[in-house]
C-alpha cells in the first residue's frame, strides 16, 4: 500500500523537477498536502516561481485546472459563478464560476478584497458551494493552490485568519542559489518546459493514493505529541492565539502523508518535526510584545519543538 504511494508520488515529484530547479523541500511538502487531501498557500516575493510550481504540479495531474488571477475589483461571483435570467427561454440559467474545477490555482490571493477572499471559505472546507440558495458539490479531488505575496507590498490585503486556517501547509520558495539560477537560466533557455510537461497519474489513482494515507498507522505516543505541540502553542506567553483543533488535524494527516511518501505504514516523531512550521506557523497570532522584540512565529515553534520532547519508541 504505501509502496504503490512512495512510487506514483516519486513519479510526480519528477514530473515537477523537470520544470523547477531545486526546492525538493517545497516540492515534497506539496505532496504531502495533495495525498493528505488539503490546500497549499504558497507565500513569496514575485518572481521566484511560485505560479510555476503550481502549474508544474497541476500538469503532472491528470485532473481539470483552473486559474484566477486575484485582483481589486474581483468579484465572489467572478469565483463561484452566477445565475442569470434567460429572457428567450423564460428560466434561470447557471453559469458555474472557475472553481468547479480539480486544481484551482488561486494566483496572488491577497491581491483582492477580504470580501472576495473569503469567498473560497466553503468550497476549501466543504468541497461545495452555496450559489443563490443552492449548494453544488465541486469535483473530486478538489485542490486550491494559491499563491500570495508578503502583506509588505504595495497593493496587497493581509487573508483573514478564518481562511489562513484553511490551508493545510504554508511555504516559502525562497531565492535560488546561484548555481540554481545558473540552471534555471540554462533549462527556459529554449523555451518553456511547462509546455512539454505531460500527466504522469489520474484522478482516480489519486483519489485512492489519499484513501491509502488514511489508513497509515499513528500510534498513541505519536499522538499525544501532536497534542502537546499545539496545545502548548495556546498557552505560549508570546502568542495571542494558538493553534485551534484542526492544527491537529492537520498535523495528524500530514503525518500520515509524509509517511506514505517515504514508503512507510506507520508515522515517526520525526515526521512531525519535519512538518510543525509548515503546519502550525500560519495557525499562531503572536502578541504585540512579541512582534515588538522581532520573534517571527517560525522561531516560536521551534522553541517549542526543542522544549518537547518526542517520544523516544514507536511501535510500528
Do not use: W
Amino acid at each position: 500500500m504505501s509502496a504503490n504511494v512512495s512510487r506514483l508520488a516519486a513519479q510526480v515529484r519528477e514530473s515537477i523537477a523537470r520544470v523547477m530547479v531545486g526546492k525538493g523541500e517545497a516540492i515534497e511538502l506539496l505532496l504531502v498536502a495533495l495525498l493528505a487531501d488539503g490546500h497549499v498557500l504558497i507565500e513569496d516575493v514575485p518572481g521566484v516561481g511560485k505560479t510555476t510550481l503550481a502549474k508544474a504540479l497541476a500538469k503532472s495531474l491528470a485532473c481539470t485546472f483552473q486559474r484566477i488571477q486575484f485582483t481589486p475589483d474581483l468579484l465572489p461571483s467572478d469565483i463561484t459563478g452566477v445565475t442569470i435570467y434567460n429572457q428567450k427561454t423564460e428560466q434561470f440559467e447557471r453559469h458555474p464560476g472557475p472553481v468547479f474545477t480539480q486544481i484551482l490555482l488561486a494566483d496572488e490571493i491577497n491581491r483582492a478584497g477580504p470580501r472576495t477572499q473569503s469567498a473560497l471559505l466553503e468550497a476549501m472546507e466543504e468541497r461545495q458551494v452555496s450559489i443563490e440558495g443552492t449548494t453544488l458539490p465541486l469535483p473530486r479531488p478538489f485542490l486550491v493552490l494559491a499563491t500570495e505575496n508578503p502583506i509588505e507590498l504595495e497593493g496587497t490585503f493581509p487573508l483573514p485568519e478564518a481562511q489562513l486556517d484553511r490551508f493545510l501547509i504554508r511555504l516559502n520558495l525562497g531565492y535560488p542559489s546561484e548555481e540554481e539560477e545558473r540552471g534555471i537560466m540554462e533549462r527556459f533557455k529554449l523555451g518553456n518546459p511547462l509546455t512539454t510537461l505531460e500527466a504522469v497519474t489520474s484522478a482516480e489513482q489519486l483519489l485512492a493514493m489519499q484513501q491509502s494515507v488514511r489508513r497509515i498507522h499513528v500510534s498513541a505516543a505519536i499522538e499525544g505529541y501532536i497534542l502537546q505541540l499545539v496545545r502548548a502553542t495556546r498557552d505560549h506567553p508570546a502568542l495571542e492565539l494558538g493553534a485551534s483543533p484542526r492544527a491537529s488535524l492537520a498535523l495528524f494527516r500530514t503525518g500520515q502523508a509524509r509517511a506514505a511518501i517515504q514508503g512507510r505504514s506507520f508515522v515517526l516523531p520525526d515526521d512531525i518535526k519535519a512538518l510543525a512550521p509548515a503546519v502550525l506557523v500560519h495557525r499562531i497570532i503572536r502578541s504585540g510584545r512579541s512582534r515588538l522584540r522581532g520573534r517571527d512565529n517560525a522561531a516560536i515553534i521551534t522553541e517549542l519543538l526543542e522544549s518537547i520532547p518526542a517520544p523516544v519508541e514507536v511501535a510500528a
